[in-house]
């Protein structure tokens, strides 16, 4: 079953409102989770890096004031793409190591996001 | 995360053994060599990795070239259900947690 959950698994929204994603790890904490982007027939995007009790950590030429990150627990971090406009439209992964550093990555289903 | 090539697309067969190259000649001696699929509209999942020796699990085979420059990630017989995205990734484990994706190849398999 899979071990990292996220929601929603779809979402349409208007121009100008914020959505929030929600990423769990569902069996196992994890103080570091990892939020990717991808665009249609791309690849995956690393945005940025969920630290659990400290900021995050985004990749360059990701707005840190309009995708919020907030790791509020070990087995909880969200994404809110705040004044979302049509071209956030894209799908959102989370990702989180299962437990010691070096370990395999677990990923979560997707958020489909589209905005109108 | 040293930079790997994969070709664009493979086709095969089903039932029939596949064999995915990866070339990273670039990789140092703390790189992993880790493989990861996506089916359509899904989350990655990990499929193997390895450091020097062969690797096997009830996924795939990983045969790694003894120069460490290359690697085959094999799937024994495909199945519809491998029709997916298959990404190489080198992670340094003295550098994080992250991994970077490459464009990956894009496995079809044919009835």
């Known amino acids: 079953g899979a071990v990292v959950s996220q929601h929603p698994s779809w979402v349409i929204c208007k121009s100008g409102t914020s959505v929030k994603i929600e990423c769990r790890s569902l069996?196992?904490?994890?103080?570091?989770m990892f939020w990717y982007r991808q665009f249609p027939k791309q690849s995956l995007m690393l945005m940025a890096t969920?630290?659990?009790?400290?900021?995050?950590?985004?990749e360059q030429g990701v707005e840190k004031d309009k995708f919020l990150i907030n790791h509020a627990s070990l087995t909880l971090s969200t994404l809110t793409v705040t004044s979302a406009h049509p071209e956030d439209s894209s799908f959102y992964i989370c990702?989180?190591?299962?437990?010691?550093?070096?370990?395999?990555?677990?990923f979560g289903p997707g958020t489909r996001l589209l905005v109108l | 995360d040293a930079k790997t090539t994969q070709p664009n697309s493979m086709e095969s067969n089903e039932e029939e053994p596949v064999h995915l190259p990866c070339n990273h000649s670039?990789?140092?001696?703390?790189?992993?060599i880790h493989w990861y699929r996506q089916l359509p509209s899904q989350g990655p999942e990990y499929v193997i990795h390895?450091?020097?020796s062969n690797v096997n699990n009830r996924m795939a085979s990983l045969a790694i070239a003894e120069d460490r420059k290359s690697s085959t990630l094999i799937l024994h017989r495909a199945t519809l259900r491998d029709a997916a995205v298959y990404y190489c990734?080198?992670?340094?484990?003295?550098?994080?947690?992250?991994?970077?994706f490459g464009g990956g190849t894009r496995l079809m398999v044919k009835p």
């Open positions: 670039t990789i140092s001696g703390t790189d992993y």
């Open positions: 990734i080198l992670r340094d484990v003295d550098a994080g947690n992250m991994l970077t």
């Open positions: 969920s630290n659990e009790g400290s900021k995050a950590t985004y």
């Open positions: 069996d196992f904490q994890a103080t570091t």
């Open positions: 390895g450091l020097t």
């Open positions: 990702s989180a190591p299962r437990s010691h550093p070096g370990d395999t990555q677990y």
